[in-house]
């Protein structure tokens, strides 16, 4: 696996936090030649950059990025490629929102929000970073969906539409990109400890530490998995989702947590 990232450049959305710093701390100790943290958080990226340069000089910089802007991630690929001398070999687009909110409340300028963060903050980054890709011969793009994408959860319907969409997205260009040896791999990071759980009430007692997430992550991906599942409850979502022998099952599952949701409580 360290052999896949050694010497390589890399650009993390939501690079100051959670999953996002894990990756970068992870890439970096495989011997990274270059990692460019991009977050909106101004202060949280000034302050993850500077431990990280401190600990691996020369090879970390911090963007501050708006990824629901275009113009911003075109800048910040630009400033990414001439800092690893031309080149980007990976591109995580791994900054999001979990958007808890029930349906009847949503406008639809939320609804605008919430695929500008989560689905086109990805499909910029995408398009600002194939022709870098394609003149140095190839590389690889993770998006960061979630298991909502195939167990969509009540009072989070703007989430799992998004990641259904990113899904959906990086499905099709794994094949459309397979032959000029540009690799896109749909993520799956599993329950995770990390910020996103805030407007949630707190992460459950079975959430992954962002370190133990982002190490699935990049194995996967090192092995050009299609969808990576980090965790074995997403993979047995993933199996049973629209399998019709669990279909029964699955509403029980799902129905619950809506009705513990709407009680008020995360309800998993």
Known sequence: MKEYYENKVAVVTGGASGIGLALCELLLSFGAKAVVLADINA????????????AYP?????IQTDVSKQESINAMIQQ???FGGGQIDFLFNNAGLGLLKAFDETTDADWK???DINFFGALYGIRAVLPIMRAQGGGHIANTAS??????????SMYSATKSALVGLTGS????????????STVIPGTVATAI???????PKSAITPEESARGILKGLAANERIVIVTEADRNGAINAFHPDTAKY????????????????LGF
């Open 173 to 184: 260009l794994r094949y459309e990109y397979w032959d000029e040896n540009i690799r896109f």
């Open 197 to 203: 759980y805030d407007e949630l009430g707190g992460p």
């Open 58 to 62: 020369g090879k970390v910089l911090g």
């Open 80 to 82: 990414a490629a001439k």
């Open 113 to 115: 929000f919430a695929f």
């Open 147 to 156: 298991g909502a994408a195939f167990s969509p959860m009540a009072y989070q």
């Open 250 to 265: 699955t509403d029980e599952i799902l129905l619950d947590i809506a009705r513990q949701r709407r009680s008020g409580k």
């Open 43 to 54: 202060e949280k990226l000034k302050a993850e950059s500077a431990r990280l340069e401190s």
